[in-house]
């Protein structure tokens, strides 16, 4: 069984920064890539960033590009997502995700992320 409990999150005005964290269990994480998503309130869950199993490849969002970094420490079973210049639009539950195939099977419970005006 994987675990993944996100941590990082909170409430921050805008124009600021957050740092998220995605501590995993198991000796499993270093070779699956990983992904980032989010959902805000009445709206569906959408991807936010994704890394391979080896942090040579990301993909984002067009809607955070340019904003935040996904990283990811093997060493450490942690996978993170550094998040600056903040909007309010950013207010939403993050969830990192493992991706096994064409699908996510692992998810985390989530951290809230809210941006002040």
């Known amino acids: 069984q994987v675990q993944l409990v996100e941590s990082g999150g909170g409430l921050v005005q805008a124009g600021g920064s957050l740092r998220l964290s995605c501590a995993a269990s198991?000796?499993?994480?270093?070779?699956?890539?990983m992904g980032w998503f989010r959902q805000a309130p009445g709206k569906e869950r959408e991807f936010v960033a994704h890394?391979?199993?080896?942090?040579?490849?990301?993909a984002y969002a067009d809607f955070v590009k340019g904003r935040f970094t996904i990283s990811r420490d093997n060493a450490k079973n942690t996978l993170y997502l550094q998040m600056n210049k903040l909007t309010p639009e950013d207010t939403a539950r993050y969830y990192c995700?493992?991706?096994?195939?064409?699908?996510?099977?692992?998810w985390g419970q989530g951290t809230q992320v809210t941006v002040s005006s």
């Open positions: 995700a493992r991706q096994f195939g064409t699908t996510y099977d692992y």
């Open positions: 198991g000796r499993t994480f270093s070779g699956y890539s």
């Open positions: 890394i391979t199993w080896s942090g040579d490849n990301t």
